[in-house]
């Protein structure tokens, strides 16, 4: 059964420094990982989309990696700023979907 | 192209009576997967479904929860018989094919109070 974990659970940092958020998961067989933002109380906004043949995606300011043989992705965000405090998912990609438990950040001015 | 709505956006239910959540999905996707967050919690995949078709309904509890996407209209997902741990948020997304190869995207949600 594939098992989706994010590290760490909640981050707090204050503007202009960049950041690394972690994804592992259990099982390999994935066909691409797809990070999301969420705000409260709203839907999931699509940040990222790594394709299993990638090994990173970059948009803007967010560039995100794919280690496929050590289940593992990172989600890097140069910069950070307090329009970027959101709640962060990764998601493995079979047939379906499988999320992690996401990192609740949060970026002081 | 509008993303994918969902209505209600909000809707409280007494326990004992049905919530009907509704989905139109991206214009040209013809996939749509439901997903539940309960309160402090991650998204749990329900059910898949193409037109007409349910692909996997492994998340869908065994009672008193159903879903379609008919040939024309919504999806629906269907609850009957609500009792306070339905209380969730319940989000759609969807697709124009399958998710291997596909971004897939969600729709704002609909949040469910029973009381």
């Known amino acids: 059964k594939q098992e989706v974990t994010q590290i760490p659970a909640a981050l707090s940092v204050p503007e202009g420094e960049n950041l690394v958020l972690n994804c592992s998961f259990t099982d390999s067989a994935i066909y691409n990982l797809q990070w999301f933002r969420q705000d409260p109380g709203k839907g999931l906004t699509s940040l990222l989309l790594?394709?299993?043949?990638?090994r990173e995606q970059t948009s803007g300011r967010l560039n995100a990696s794919l280690d496929k043989s050590s289940g593992r992705s990172t989600l890097y965000i140069a910069a950070s700023q307090p329009g970027d405090s959101a709640t962060y998912l990764c998601a493995v990609i079979t047939d379906k979907l499988i999320f992690g438990t996401g990192t609740r950040l949060q970026v002081f001015p | 192209n509008a993303g994918v709505m969902q209505n209600p956006r909000h809707l409280v239910r007494r326990r004992g009576q049905e919530a009907r959540l509704r989905c139109s999905p991206m214009k040209g996707h013809s996939h749509v997967y439901w997903y539940r967050q309960l309160p402090e919690e991650g998204l749990k995949f329900m059910v898949y479904?193409?037109?007409?078709?349910?692909?996997?309904e492994s998340g869908m509890p065994k009672e008193r929860f159903s879903a379609e996407f008919p040939k024309e209209g919504p999806s629906i997902l269907r609850i009957q018989q609500v009792v306070r741990g339905d209380s969730a948020a319940y989000f759609c997304?969807?697709?124009?094919?399958?998710?291997?190869?596909?971004?897939?995207?969600f729709g704002e949600g609909s949040w469910l109070t029973v009381v």
């Open positions: 479904l193409q037109k007409e078709n349910i692909i996997d």
């Open positions: 997304a969807s697709s124009p094919g399958g998710s291997s190869g596909n971004t897939i995207y």
């Open positions: 790594i394709q299993s043949s990638q």
